[in-house]
């Protein structure tokens, strides 16, 4: 079996990719090496901008999303013990952020996927890009782990294997170059039961470290305290974190934190960093496999399908005209968006966080950017419009 486009990686820019190629008439094969069960299942982002929820309803994959996401058309920033409110929609004309879990995504996109047809193979191992120079590209992989060597030929392959999948490394390592921020801080991760505290998300710079309230339904909420990266998730009893929680996002007003049972826990780190140029010959590369951002700004998913979106139209323009020059551009096309949105998730982390690298001079100068931003129109507007989503054309 041949097909038109080889996309490793059923994440969200390989499941997007896959239903915006096939409005366009363009065949995909998707290999993916975990369980559909797992994909389903992997806790992560919960914060889609604006144009992508127009988009998913554009596609026809937006019902249950209308029907269970949790529309926001502001934010608060907390800190110095007072809390204070950004009308996003105000300020940006009418735009809002809709809280929906990317495995409930992930779900819906699976789902419409194999219903129209389309094919995702999971579980593949050894996955492998060949040929990417040449007008004949190939990725190599087995159905099973003791199965035997497969190929899949092809016209192009998006990688969208994620940062540790195996397309990046594809692009030889003379032609890419790698630009990176390690932060020395992470965030440990928690749901629980519990009915919402709050109507909007809370992002809080506190003493003792940032904290974020997030939310998932009415019976469930999401929460993120900073951590040490290093740290053992064992050391944080339900306790522990309940009394950060609390201490980190209090104000002075009375408000209260509504507890419940923890049902999952977890700590990552954090890192900026990009991969130019994002192509090589016919590998095209998209997501997080191109591009981490740090969490703080919501930017990880709504950035990989900005990428394929780029990605499909310029297909599409390939196989109806002809033409390259929409491949041509891809590189120049994402990494605009992407390098602003760096700057805003660098911009939010190092604002909110307490680094323990930093003076106590630079502390200082992160309160006073908070205490400007609440009071200035023009900064809580800058703010805004990147947090709902700059435009996509
Ligand atoms: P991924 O989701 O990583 O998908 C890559 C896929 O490729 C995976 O399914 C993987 O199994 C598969 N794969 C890897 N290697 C291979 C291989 N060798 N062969 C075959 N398949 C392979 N972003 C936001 O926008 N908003 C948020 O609020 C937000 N919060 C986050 C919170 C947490 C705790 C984390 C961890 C991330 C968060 N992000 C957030 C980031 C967001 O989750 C990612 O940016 C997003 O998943 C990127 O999508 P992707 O499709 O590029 O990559
Ligand atoms: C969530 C994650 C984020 O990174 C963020 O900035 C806001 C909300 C979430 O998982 O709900």
Excluded at 152 to 160: E, K, R, S
Excluded at 172 to 182: D, G, H
Excluded at 192 to 211: D, K, M, T, V
Aim: with cysteine.
């Amino acid at each position: 079996v041949r097909t038109q486009v080889a996309i490793v990686g059923a994440g969200p820019a390989g499941l997007f990719l896959a239903h915006l190629l096939h409005r366009q008439g363009i065949e995909s094969v998707i290999l993916e090496q975990r369980s559909r069960a797992e994909i389903e299942g992997t806790i992560r982002a919960g914060v889609l901008e604006h144009w992508v929820v127009d988009l998913m309803n554009d596609m026809g994959l937006g019902d249950r999303l209308m029907r269970e996401g949790h529309f926001h058309s502001g934010i608060t920033l907390r800190f110095g013990r007072r809390s204070h409110h950004i009308d996003m929609s105000e300020l940006t004309g009418g735009k809002r952020v809709t809280v929906y879990a990317q495995h409930e995504v992930i779900r819906d996109l699976v789902a419409a996927r194999l219903e129209d047809g389309g094919r995702i193979l999971f579980g593949v191992s050894d996955v492998d890009v060949r040929d990417i120079d040449c007008a004949a590209p190939r990725v190599l992989f087995r159905q099973s782990p003791d199965g035997p060597m497969e190929e899949l030929p092809c016209d192009f392959i998006a990688g969208c294997d994620g940062f540790h999948g195996p397309s990046r490394q594809a692009i030889p390592a003379a032609c890419r170059r790698e630009y990176q921020i390690t932060y020395p801080f992470g965030w440990l991760g928690i749901l629980a039961e519990a009915p919402p505290s709050h109507p909007e998300l809370i992002y809080a710079n506190h003493e003792r470290g940032f904290a974020l309230l997030s939310t998932r339904s009415p019976e469930v909420q999401r929460l993120y305290i900073q951590c040490d990266p290093r740290d053992d998730i064992a050391n944080w009893s339900d306790d522990r974190i309940w009394s950060e929680l609390h201490r980190r996002l209090e104000d002075g007003s009375g408000w209260t934190l509504t507890e419940g049972p923890v049902f999952q826990k977890g700590i990552i780190g954090m890192r900026s960093f990009v991969c130019e140029p994002m192509r090589h010959g016919r590998l095209f590369i998209a997501g997080d496999a191109a591009h981490i951002v740090p969490p703080t700004g919501a930017k990880g998913l709504n950035l990989a399908v900005a990428d394929v979106l780029v990605l499909s139209r310029a297909m599409a323009a390939y196989y109806s005209t002809g033409s390259s020059d929409g491949l041509d551009g891809y590189c120049a096309t994402c990494l605009a968006r992407i390098w602003k949105a760096e700057r805003f998730s660098w911009h939010m982390t190092t604002m909110l966080h307490r680094n323990p690298g930093e003076s106590a001079f630079e502390q200082r100068l992160h309160l006073a950017e908070l205490d400007h931003l609440v009071h200035s129109r023009a900064a809580m507007a800058a703010l805004a419009e990147n947090y709902v989503g700059l435009p996509m054309e």
